[in-house]
């Protein structure tokens, strides 16, 4: 059984770095591009971008270039969003999902993890 | 960037009656060399993460009930649910994979 399961809850400050995690399982966790999107509170879905684990290749939506990066772990099959500096304007619940082979479809999804970044 | 718009934004149906579901995208999402749309139909109950219901438009994703039917092709696309029940209670957003992703800004459903 496909599963993506990520890491709990958060609770920052503005300014803070925050990493949060998708480990995936009941698949070749290196074979299938892992994307993140993001879900603000009350509102829709917005594509983040993508990361290949198998070589780290990512692909981030212009809206997101510069703001998040994109890692994983092959070895513990898991994939990480990451900020930096985190605002307020961050707050919201993330959400990775598998890619299916075919391409930006997201067949898999976690379960989410939200984030609140409040002073 | 291919912009996704949903109509109505929410829609209230009475319980066994038909909910229909529009989806319009900017620029076709039709590829030619193998005829096939790249839209897609996620369905968010409240608490949940999305769930895949189909995809090229109109392939129902295993496990889904076929009173889920989605139909259209280029720019206009329509999700149906033949006869709402309870458990249909969600958001539904449309997305389109055709260049990189966008989705719609989603339609609430309930019931009446």
């Known amino acids: 059984e496909v599963q993506l399961v990520q890491s709990g809850a958060e609770v920052k400050k503005p300014g803070e770095s925050l990493k949060i995690s998708c480990k995936g399982s009941?698949?070749?966790?290196?074979?299938?591009?892992i994307g993140w999107v993001r879900q603000m509170p009350g509102k829709g879905l917005e594509w983040m971008g993508i990361?290949?684990?198998?070589?780290?290749?990512?692909k981030y939506s212009p809206s997101f270039q510069g703001q998040v990066t994109f890692s994983a772990d092959k070895s513990v099959s898991t994939a990480y969003l990451q900020w930096s500096s985190l605002k307020a304007s961050d707050t919201a619940m993330y959400y990775c999902?598998?890619?299916?082979?075919?391409?930006?479809?997201?067949?898999?999804w976690g379960q989410g993890t939200l984030v609140t970044v409040s002073s | 960037d291919i912009v996704m718009t949903q109509s109505p934004d929410s829609l209230a149906v009475s319980l066994g009656e038909r909910a229909t579901i529009n989806c319009k995208s900017s620029?076709?999402?039709?590829?030619?060399?193998?005829?096939?749309?790249?839209l897609a139909w996620y369905q968010q109950k409240p608490g949940q993460p999305p769930k895949l219901l189909i995809y090229?438009?109109?392939t129902r994703e295993s496990g889904v009930p076929d009173r889920f039917t989605g139909s259209g092709s280029g720019t206009d696309f329509t999700l149906t649910i033949s006869s709402l029940q309870a458990e249909d209670v969600a958001v539904y957003y449309c997305?389109?994979?055709?260049?990189?992703?966008?989705f719609g800004q989603g339609t609430k459903v309930e019931i009446k």
């Open positions: 990361i290949y684990p198998g070589d780290s290749d990512t």
């Open positions: 620029q076709s999402v039709l590829y030619s060399s193998n005829n096939k749309n790249y």
């Open positions: 999902a598998r890619v299916a082979t075919i391409s930006y479809l997201f067949d898999y």
């Open positions: 009941g698949y070749s966790f290196t074979s299938y591009w």
């Open positions: 997305q389109q994979y055709y260049s990189t992703t966008s």
């Open positions: 090229w438009a109109s």
